[in-house]
């Protein structure tokens, strides 16, 4: 059964949690925002500001949660920031209206999918900023 709902400014996408700081974050599709949340708290708050029209639509964050890795589906974008300043680290384009990606440490990439395109891309997991 559901234990309590929380709202947010606009349509909540994807989501992913930080084990070390016991926090979600949540992409919003619709505002450009990505939100933490601390449930035990019911406290929600805007992390980062992304640019207009990014569409951020899947997020992960890196083993340690020191780095927040973003697919931005109408930007064309997979973009890296640090969570504790919320800084951007790195912004590269992708094929156009990603959907999501997977990053596979073991073969050092980072697989795209784009379904309007029939196609996967692969990027290449750059060890010096994503495991500092």
Known sequence: SMIYKIQ??????DI????TNKKFYISDFAKDLIYTLKPMESLLSTSITLPSM????????????????????????FVVY??????LLLTTKV?????????????ALIAVTCPSLSSIAFLNL????FYN
């Open 8 to 13: 947010t400014k606009g349509a909540p996408w």
């Open 16 to 19: 992913t949690f930080d084990k």
């Open 54 to 77: 990014s569409s951020p639509i899947d997020i992960e964050l890196s083993d340690d949660g020191s780095l927040l890795y973003i697919l931005e589906s109408l930007a064309n974008s």
């Open 82 to 87: 640090k969570t504790d300043e919320s800084k």
């Open 95 to 107: 094929p156009s209206n990603p959907a999501s990606f997977s990053i596979t440490k073991d073969l």
């Open 126 to 129: 750059c060890h010096s900023i």
